[in-house]
């Protein structure tokens, strides 16, 4: 069965950049997504077709797919972004989810 | 605006059965397909099965399949999951999520019910 694979943790300091990247055999030929899942809240996607923003979501969130890594990347991180984060992709006709990223603003 | 809800969680014996529901507004139900996706205490998400927008196509995690089966009523804005032999294992928040083609991801969750199963 396909896999994703992403980093369990990383730091940044408040106003860093933060890249955090999600693995997969020849993963730039699917489109990836990314979800944003705060404590005790449901999932909110934030970054869709590699690379595109849904309303609402900030310019600071930008992502990118080549090769076999995507990567969300975050301008200027806030305090507000400190969250778990969760690469997905199709696989014939299933979703899959990397391991999560825990993203920790200090 | 569009909402998802979720109800029919609870907890159930090992091997027992739960229904969960999903109801939805906000949005033409019919147009969409629609996917349960589960996340255990402490742990990541994981998909666990979708529907196709007019029910004709069913798809299953290899962890659920021959245990539950999804289902929708579109006259009743509704979306369906039957768990049965249920285990340990399957004890998780239960969410329901819109996927929209053009996203390829889900852009709409509910807010979850709790399944836990234990003696």
């Known amino acids: 069965s396909y896999e994703l694979t992403q980093p369990p943790s990383l730091s940044v300091s408040p106003g860093q950049t933060a890249s955090i990247t999600c693995s997969g055999d020849?993963?730039?030929?699917?489109?990836v997504c990314w979800y944003q899942q705060k404590p005790g809240q449901s999932p909110v996607l934030v970054i869709y077709?590699?690379?595109k923003r849904p309303s609402g979501i900030p310019e600071r969130f930008s992502g990118s797919n080549s090769g076999n890594t995507a990567t969300l990347t975050i301008s200027g991180t806030q305090a507000m972004d400190e969250a778990d984060y969760y690469c997905?992709?199709?696989?014939?006709?299933?979703?899959?989810f990397g391991g999560g990223t825990r993203l920790t603003v200090l | 605006e569009v909402q998802l809800v979720e109800s029919g969680g609870g907890l159930v014996n090992p091997g027992g059965s739960l229904r969960l529901s999903c109801e939805v507004s906000?949005?033409?139900?019919?147009?969409?397909?629609i996917n349960w996706v589960r996340q255990a205490p402490g742990k990541g998400l994981e998909w666990v099965s979708s529907?196709?927008?007019?029910?004709?196509?069913?798809y299953y995690a290899d962890s659920v399949k021959g245990r539950f089966t999804i289902s929708r009523d579109n006259a009743k804005n509704s979306l369906y999951l039957q768990m049965n032999s249920l285990r340990a294992e399957d004890t998780a928040m239960y969410y329901c999520?819109?996927?929209?083609?053009?996203?390829?991801?889900?852009?709409?969750w509910g807010q979850g019910t709790l399944v836990t199963v234990s003696s």
């Open positions: 529907i196709s927008s007019s029910g004709t196509y069913m």
């Open positions: 997905q992709a199709w696989d014939s006709s299933t979703a899959v």
């Open positions: 020849k993963l730039g030929d699917k489109y």
């Open positions: 077709q590699d690379s």
């Open positions: 906000g949005f033409t139900f019919s147009n969409y397909s």
């Open positions: 999520a819109r996927d929209p083609p053009i996203v390829a991801g889900f852009d709409y």
